[in-house]
């Protein structure tokens, strides 16, 4: 296993889980099949054997602003968020909002 596969989605507006999946699929290297939600997520980033681009590294590290699907107060982003908390190779690294 490798180091680090960072994926940068500081410029892209996230504003729902369906973004979040658009943006992290082609980096991540995810496949067709793959289930859009918190458990098919859990399965890439924790289980692992989803995702050869994945897999190949020892953490996975997604780089995103703290607005949008991932500002104070947002459910989806909240449990996405709790999702990562809870894995040993992932993190998500938010940003602060510089329009905040």
Not at 38 to 49: F, I, K, M, N, S
């Amino acid at each position: 296993m490798g180091t680090e596969l960072v994926v940068d989605l500081r410029t892209l507006p996230l504003a729902s889980l369906d973004d979040f999946w658009d943006a992290v699929s082609r980096p991540c290297g995810l496949p067709d099949w793959f289930g859009r939600n918190l458990d098919a997520w859990w399965d890439v980033v924790e289980t692992r054997g989803v995702s050869e681009t994945v897999d190949a590294h020892g953490l996975l590290v997604v780089r995103a602003r703290a607005a949008g699907l991932f500002a104070p107060g947002q459910p989806d982003g909240a449990r996405l968020s709790a999702l990562f908390s809870d894995t040993t190779r992932a993190r998500l690294d938010l940003e602060p909002d510089p329009a905040a």
